[in-house]
């Protein structure tokens, strides 16, 4: 079952993830200034310092009500926050879970990190917690997230047409993907260690 109150820290030697803090805000708003290409195709935009303000903010009110938890991603190979992700629409009941909100500075795209805080949160959901399924979704569009995705394993279910109005008020498509216990007890983690190590 997942604790909402309790400090969850995920780590391996290359990378460590921590509960998102209000105070976080310093060590990510150098991608909200100067990466604004990585919101193209977020639901929730942090491309200025106020909009990261309200990303922050956001996140930690659905953790409180026990719905999201956000973490800060720390690259131990460079000694730098590289980016955040969380769990989210938690359903403890249902052993089930979304993970999303992922995005990582430039510099750290394409250098194994996602790999590495993907095994640590799935290991976390399936072994630590006992989940039967983790859901990921991403816009239609973003081909790369989705490349990303099937590469760790996740399986195409379907897409939500017309699933989000974004700010730039183009109605978004959403994929949707998942794991499954069994998926990932007898196939993917193997699959996944292999690519990291």
Known sequence: MF???????????RALLRPLARNDK????????????????????ADSEENLEKYVSTALEAREKQSEY?????????????GSTRFYDIQN???????GYTWYGKKFQRTGLNRHCKLL???????TLQFNRIEF???LRNKKSIAAMKAIGCKEEGVLRQHLQL???VCRDS??????????????KENLLKKIY
Not at 93 to 99: I, S, V, W
Not at 121 to 127: K, Q, V, W
Not at 175 to 188: A, P, Q
Request: proline letters at 3%; glycine letters at 0%.
């Open 3 to 13: 604790e909402f109150e309790k400090e969850y820290i995920l780590e391996n030697e």
């Open 26 to 45: 310093e060590h990510l708003l150098t991608f909200s200034i100067h990466e604004p290409e990585l919101w193209q195709y977020s639901a929730q935009q």
């Open 70 to 82: 956000p973490f800060i991603i720390f690259d131990k190979k460079t000694q730098e926050y590289a």
């Open 93 to 99: 009941k249902h052993k089930t879970a979304q993970l």
């Open 121 to 127: 949160m799935l290991s976390f959901a399936f072994d």
């Open 137 to 139: 979704r991403a816009d």
């Open 167 to 169: 700010a730039n008020n």
């Open 175 to 188: 994929i949707i993907l998942s794991i499954l216990r069994e998926e990932w007890l007898y196939e993917v």
